[in-house]
């Protein structure tokens, strides 16, 4: 069956690592955000499939107060690897199931967001 659900705009590829004690790990915000987007995801109601997926992910500037997008925004490859790391568990078991992934600018929202579809193959 598929799902869609709408979450906040992930952090930027810059800010989902930094370096600590000579490692690198997954940031505070990175975490946090994954953490908030896991919980909206089962609070929608989905859950874990061990089949063949497909995500479309649907990146939203924010929009300005004339109503134009916004021109600071993350890039349309910017949220595949955060939403794909916190959906994992929650949508499917591992990543390694998602075979197809479509990323695009959808129109300006006043906060911005992205919306993500998860598929069944």
Request: charged fraction near 20%.
């Given at each position: 069956m598929t799902s869609t659900i709408f979450l906040p705009t992930p952090p930027g590829a810059n800010r989902l690592w930094r370096s600590y004690q000579g490692r690198t790990v997954k940031s505070g915000v990175a975490r946090s955000w994954q953490a908030q987007a896991a919980l909206l995801a089962r609070a929608k109601g989905i859950q874990p499939t061990d089949g063949a997926i497909a995500l479309a992910i649907v990146l939203?500037?924010?929009?300005?107060k004339t109503g134009?997008?916004?021109k600071v925004r993350l890039d349309v490859d910017a949220p595949i690897k955060a939403t794909m790391d916190a959906l994992q568990g929650v949508a499917y078991v591992d990543d390694k199931q998602v075979i197809r992934v479509s990323s695009?600018?959808?129109?300006?929202?006043?906060?911005?967001?992205?919306?993500?579809?998860?598929?069944p193959l």
């Amino acid at each position: 069956m598929t799902s869609t659900i709408f979450l906040p705009t992930p952090p930027g590829a810059n800010r989902l690592w930094r370096s600590y004690q000579g490692r690198t790990v997954k940031s505070g915000v990175a975490r946090s955000w994954q953490a908030q987007a896991a919980l909206l995801a089962r609070a929608k109601g989905i859950q874990p499939t061990d089949g063949a997926i497909a995500l479309a992910i649907v990146l939203h500037p924010r929009r300005t107060k004339t109503g134009a997008a916004s021109k600071v925004r993350l890039d349309v490859d910017a949220p595949i690897k955060a939403t794909m790391d916190a959906l994992q568990g929650v949508a499917y078991v591992d990543d390694k199931q998602v075979i197809r992934v479509s990323s695009e600018i959808g129109y300006p929202l006043q906060d911005g967001g992205i919306t993500v579809t998860v598929t069944p193959l």
